[in-house]
């Protein structure tokens, strides 16, 4: 019998500073850079993001989303034997923000914990992981979160990117179970991209290095986006031998409401059928699927049983998808 890896628990969090479009244009005005709620909610969907204080990192928004999504699955923090965090934002250096959560979590018990870097396909790849992990028998009960403070790498200085991202966490349980749950992944990158999305910069020698500041070239990143989303989400589902019809949710990346729609567009689902959050929370990047995903079982719209599809794509140029049984 297959053993599948299932979602038994969800969990969010979202830092308490929220600001809406309005709020940041007054903010920036006072730099002399000028935008609009207006052009920002046209362009991209975002109304609003929340921002962390500044001594709150990763790891603290990774705790109280990994708090409610234990608490959701019905186990204690023990009781959790493979932790991975998806982050490009992480507390230090090194050691992983996983192994920084686990510690704040209080698990004493050894389990492997380690970070993956995919930028905003940073949560799909992490899940993929788990459930590899999971199927393989490595792991019975996995903490995968995506958690970001991506404030901290915006260039309040350019328009065209500080006003696209935000800060927050997501969480789930995988657990091992002979129920569905996991039914296929599929995963890619392409590095001849790394330009177009980026953060230059690097520690060395005690300095920092180059300029470690989000660099983005929006079109590029848009029309590559839509290509791959598609190519992904239908290779999820040939895999798992369902079609476009078996989706009852689309809970895609949560960057720019324009690329969700080309991309449930693409798969003949309405708008309905996918969960939206990029409104309210911006693009938090590896946070972006996990936040979504919580709102949707939180607002009773996703329920058990149902057939969910989360797609990732970001900087790397990496992307990728996994179709699942709730
Ligand atoms: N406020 C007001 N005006 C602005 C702003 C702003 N915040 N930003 C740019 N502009 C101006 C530009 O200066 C330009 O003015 P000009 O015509 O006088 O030169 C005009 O708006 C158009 O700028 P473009 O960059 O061409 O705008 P575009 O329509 O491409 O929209 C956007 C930009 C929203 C970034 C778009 O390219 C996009 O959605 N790209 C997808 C990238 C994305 O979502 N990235 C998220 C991270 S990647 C990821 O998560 C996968």
């Not at 260039?155 to 995988?174: E, H, K, M, Q, Y």
């Not at 019809?245 to 080309?262: E, V």
Request: glycine content about 10%.
């Amino acid at each position: 019998m297959r053993r599948y890896a299932r979602i038994t628990g969800t969990g969010s969090y979202l830092p308490p500073r929220r600001l809406t479009n309005n709020d940041l244009a007054a903010e920036l005005a006072q730099h002399g850079i000028e935008t609009s709620d207006e052009w920002i909610v046209e362009r991209t969907g975002i109304r609003a993001r929340h921002f962390a204080a500044p001594d709150v990192s990763s790891s603290d928004l990774a705790l109280e989303a990994s708090q409610k999504a234990i608490e959701a699955a019905g186990i204690g923090a023990q009781d959790i034997d493979l932790i991975i965090v998806a982050t490009s934002t992480p507390d230090m250096v090194f050691p992983s923000t996983a192994a920084i959560l686990q510690h704040k979590l209080g698990i004493t018990n050894g389990c492997p914990a380690f970070d993956v870097q995919a930028v905003c396909s940073g949560f799909v790849y992490a899940m993929t992981v788990a459930d590899s992990m999971i199927q393989t028998g490595a792991a019975k009960r996995a903490l995968v979160v995506g958690s970001e403070v991506f404030s901290r790498i915006l260039d309040f200085n350019d328009r065209t990117t500080c006003v696209l991202f935000g800060d927050g966490a997501g969480a789930v349980i995988l657990e091992a179970s002979e129920e569905p749950g996991i039914l296929s992944a599929e995963l890619h990158a392409d590095g001849s991209h790394v330009g177009i999305l980026c953060v230059p910069g690097n520690v060395s020698g005690g300095k920092v290095l180059g300029d470690p500041l989000l660099k983005m070239d929006g079109q590029a990143v848009f029309k590559l986006a839509v290509s791959v989303l598609d190519k992904a989400a239908r290779a999820a589902l040939e895999k798992a031998g369902l079609t476009d019809a078996d989706i009852d949710w689309l809970i895609p990346h949560q960057a720019n409401i324009r690329i969700m729609q080309s991309t449930a567009r693409k798969l003949k689902l309405s708008m309905d059928k996918v969960v939206v959050t990029v409104d309210q929370h911006g693009n938090t990047s590896a946070a972006s699927i996990p936040l979504a995903l919580d709102h949707g079982v939180r607002s009773g719209q996703v329920q058990k049983g149902q057939t969910v599809l989360l797609e990732g794509v970001g900087g790397g140029f990496t992307w990728g998808a996994v179709l699942l049984k709730m």
